[in-house]
């Protein structure tokens, strides 16, 4: 099945300038026989937060894996800003690898647990080689913006709750300040007050930089305050 959102496309008249935004083109991702994304057209603009509905296996998390250059699609291709993406993860350049960023649901199982709260802000700073005191700048910056005080800074996974990795986590994310930010049930394991926060803490950070917002959340009241739009994506 195709699923086509409107504005989901780059098209623009001859000699205008490409749209901006996060898009893909006709993507589809399949594990082994099971196809679970068909043909998928969606973008992303700047400034906007594109809620994604959808049953289970409907491919919403591959949709977003694929978003953060983390899954090279079987076929159909991204663009980001109106230029092709060609490749995901390592074989593309830091520079395009930076500003897209993904807040997981599970902050347990997208963190190392031999690395402290502080080190697992600092990952993406020192895979692209940011000087260390500058790292430690960046990342004592984050951690007051996303109310980590400086003791959980110094303890691993192990030794913190769930509420509070999945705060480091959101403070990893935002470290290269990314222009977009995918949220794969990003709130679905934290307690009422740490959601409220968390969302609180990325509607200020899209609103100071104009940053797109992909979120997928099975919770209604949720998708209605946070969602520009709402996409729906059926099965494949």
Same mark, same amino acid.
């Given at each position: 099945? /195709?699923?086509?959102?409107? !504005?989901?496309?780059?098209?623009?008249?001859?000699? &205008?300038?490409?749209?901006?935004?996060?898009?893909?083109?006709?993507?589809?991702?399949?594990?082994?026989?099971?196809?679970?994304?068909?043909?998928?057209?969606?973008?992303?603009?700047?400034?906007?937060?594109?809620?994604?509905?959808?049953?289970?296996?409907?491919?919403?998390?591959?949709? =977003? +894996?694929?978003?953060?250059? #983390?899954?090279?699609?079987?076929?159909?291709?991204?663009?980001?800003?109106?230029?092709? *993406?060609?490749?995901? +993860?390592? %074989?593309?350049?830091?520079?395009?690898? /930076?500003?897209?960023?993904?807040?997981?649901?599970?902050?347990?199982?997208?963190?190392?647990?031999? $690395?402290? $709260?502080?080190?697992?802000?600092?990952?993406?700073?020192?895979?692209?080689?940011?000087? %260390?005191?500058?790292?430690?700048? %960046?990342?004592?910056?984050? &951690?007051?913006?996303?109310?980590?005080?400086?003791?959980? #800074?110094?303890?691993?996974?192990?030794?913190?709750?769930?509420?509070?990795?999945? %705060?480091?986590?959101?403070?990893?994310?935002?470290?290269?300040?990314?222009?977009?930010?995918?949220? !794969?049930?990003?709130?679905?394991?934290?307690?009422?007050?740490?959601?409220?926060?968390? =969302?609180?803490?990325?509607?200020?950070?899209? +609103? +100071?930089?104009?940053?797109?917002?992909?979120?997928?959340?099975?919770?209604?009241?949720?998708?209605?305050?946070?969602?520009?739009? *709402?996409?729906? #994506?059926?099965?494949?």
């Amino acid at each position: 099945m /195709t699923v086509t959102v409107p !504005d989901a496309t780059d098209a623009v008249a001859p000699g &205008a300038a490409p749209a901006a935004g996060l898009a893909a083109h006709q993507v589809s991702v399949a594990y082994g026989r099971q196809r679970v994304l068909d043909r998928v057209d969606l973008r992303i603009a700047p400034g906007e937060t594109v809620g994604l509905r959808g049953p289970s296996g409907s491919g919403k998390s591959t949709l =977003a +894996r694929v978003f953060a250059l #983390l899954h090279a699609p079987d076929s159909g291709h991204l663009t980001l800003d109106g230029s092709p *993406v060609p490749g995901a +993860r390592h %074989r593309l350049p830091a520079s395009v690898r /930076t500003r897209v960023a993904i807040l997981f649901q599970s902050p347990r199982a997208a963190t190392d647990p031999r $690395l402290s $709260l502080a080190d697992i802000v600092a990952e993406p700073l020192r895979a692209t080689g940011t000087p %260390r005191e500058q790292a430690a700048a %960046r990342t004592a910056e984050l &951690a007051d913006l996303v109310g980590l005080t400086a003791d959980l #800074l110094t303890r691993r996974p192990h030794a913190v709750s769930d509420g509070q990795l999945q %705060r480091a986590c959101l403070a990893r994310a935002l470290v290269h300040r990314p222009d977009y930010l995918l949220c !794969d049930e990003a709130t679905a394991m934290l307690d009422a007050s740490t959601q409220a926060h968390v =969302a609180a803490v990325i509607g200020d950070y899209q +609103r +100071r930089q104009g940053a797109g917002v992909l979120v997928i959340t099975h919770d209604p009241a949720l998708m209605a305050r946070w969602a520009t739009r *709402v996409v729906d #994506l059926p099965a494949a």
